[in-house]
Nanobody, 123 residues
Framework: QVQLVESGGGSVQVGGSLRLSCDVS????????MGWFRQAPGEEREGVAA???????NYADSVKGRFTITKDNAKNTLYLQMNTLKPEDAAMYYC?????????????????WGKGTLVTISS
């Protein structure tokens, strides 16, 4: 079983930056596809970014060039650096993991989920 715990959410002004973290435990971290998803009120959950065990990354078009997904295998931690934040980036952000058997890309099917961390954007 994999446990995922997100942190780093908060309120930030338009144009600002925020870094989300996801602590991973309970399984061999390096064999998993990891990703970030988000869900705004009244909206469907959408994939934001993904990274596979080789470090290959994939992003949603809406965040390309602004967000960066990375992982620290030694710390078993996944990160999402978010820059140039826009009002439409406000959402609950979720960390997720999978075996990668269904592919590893933004929005790929995931097996394990964290409880989320809230990001709010103020103008």
């Amino acid at each position: 079983q994999v446990q995922l715990v997100e942190s780093g959410g908060g309120s930030v002004q338009v144009g600002g930056s925020l870094r989300l973290s996801c602590d991973v435990s309970g399984y061999t971290y390096t064999t998993y596809c990891m990703g970030w998803f988000r869900q705004a009120p009244g909206e469907e959950r959408e994939g934001v970014a993904a990274i596979d065990s080789d470090g290959y990354t994939n992003y949603a078009d809406s965040v390309k060039g602004r967000f960066t997904i990375t992982k620290d295998n030694a710390k078993n931690t996944l990160y999402l650096q978010m820059n140039t934040l826009k009002p439409e980036d406000a959402a609950m952000y979720y960390c997720a993991a999978s075996s990668g058997l269904m592919g590893c890309y933004s929005g790929a099917p995931m097996d394990y989920w964290g409880k989320g961390t809230l990001v709010t954007i103020s103008s």
